[in-house]
């Protein structure tokens, strides 16, 4: 158990509002990641943070924005959803022993109305 | 084309029979990785690999640095085992994702 939370677990939206999820972890570790997965494409990377203020795009960014204020914890955010954005997001953490072994949180399902 | 190449895409199976999943990658890596996805949608790391074969239970994963080519073998597969299966390289120091392989072992 790594100790990621993922928070809300469901949620449903309508189009045009903004939805933020986020991510905690107790063990302090500096990589933090959001995915999307869809069926067909498994799972892609939205945005990664490599410390606090430390972010990055991934390679399905658009649309989305991040956070990291604190080491624990990792905000992505929709700043106006849409329906494309109907999806299960994931949260992984790399405690950054080298190996880029990612441990994941509970995934969050999203649904866009 | 994707990097990562799983198949077969699905695989349905009886209990008991031996099974492999396979995956190929384009890529130069550094370590390729073998996860599971449980219907219930928790994703647990199962293998990292760099080289030769690695064993836990009933899992065992292989590679072949030089044919780019990886499996994960199930032996004397269970229920328990429906999963989907997740094939990752390490590359650059990014993650590329395969599409994952739906499993289902009938008892």
């Known amino acids: 158990d790594a100790g990621i939370t993922q928070s809300p677990r469901h949620k449903v939206t309508e189009t045009g509002t903004p939805v933020t999820l986020r991510?905690?972890?107790t063990e302090n570790h500096r990589y933090m990641y959001w995915y999307r997965?869809?069926?067909?494409?498994?799972?892609?990377?939205?945005?990664?943070?490599?410390g606090v203020k430390?972010?990055?795009?991934?390679?399905?960014s658009d649309g989305y924005s991040?956070?990291?204020?604190?080491?624990?914890?990792?905000?992505?955010?929709?700043?106006?959803?849409?329906?494309?954005?109907?999806?299960?997001?994931?949260?992984?953490?790399?405690?950054?022993t080298g190996t880029d072994t990612q441990y994941f949180g509970p995934g969050t399902r999203l649904t866009v109305l | 084309k994707n990097e990562v190449e799983q198949s077969p895409q699905?695989?349905?199976?009886?209990?008991?029979?031996?099974?492999?999943?396979?995956?190929?990658?384009?890529?130069?890596?550094?370590?390729?990785?073998?996860l599971q996805q449980h219907p219930g949608g928790g994703i647990v790391?199962?293998?990292?690999?760099?080289?030769?074969k690695k064993k836990h239970g009933r899992l065992i994963a292989t590679i072949n640095i030089q044919e780019k080519h990886s499996s994960l073998h199930i032996t004397a597969s269970h229920p328990?085992?429906?999963?989907?299966?997740?094939?990752?390289?390490?590359?650059?120091?990014?993650?590329?994702?395969g599409a994952g392989t739906k499993l289902i072992i009938k008892p």
């Open chain 1, 23 to 25: 991510c905690h972890q």
């Open chain 1, 37 to 50: 997965q869809d069926p067909g494409h498994g799972l892609r990377l939205i945005h990664y943070s490599y």
């Open chain 1, 54 to 60: 430390d972010t990055d795009k991934g390679e399905v």
């Open chain 1, 66 to 96: 991040v956070s990291r204020s604190k080491t624990e914890d990792f905000l992505l955010t929709l700043e106006s959803a849409t329906s494309s954005q109907t999806s299960v997001y994931f949260c992984a953490i790399n405690p950054g």
């Open chain 2, 10 to 34: 699905n695989l349905t199976a009886q209990e008991g029979e031996f099974i492999t999943i396979n995956c190929s990658y384009s890529v130069g890596i550094s370590a390729l990785h073998w």
């Open chain 2, 45 to 52: 790391s199962l293998f990292m690999l760099s080289s030769g």
């Open chain 2, 80 to 97: 328990r085992d429906s999963a989907v299966y997740i094939c990752a390289v390490s590359s650059n120091y990014q993650l590329i994702w």
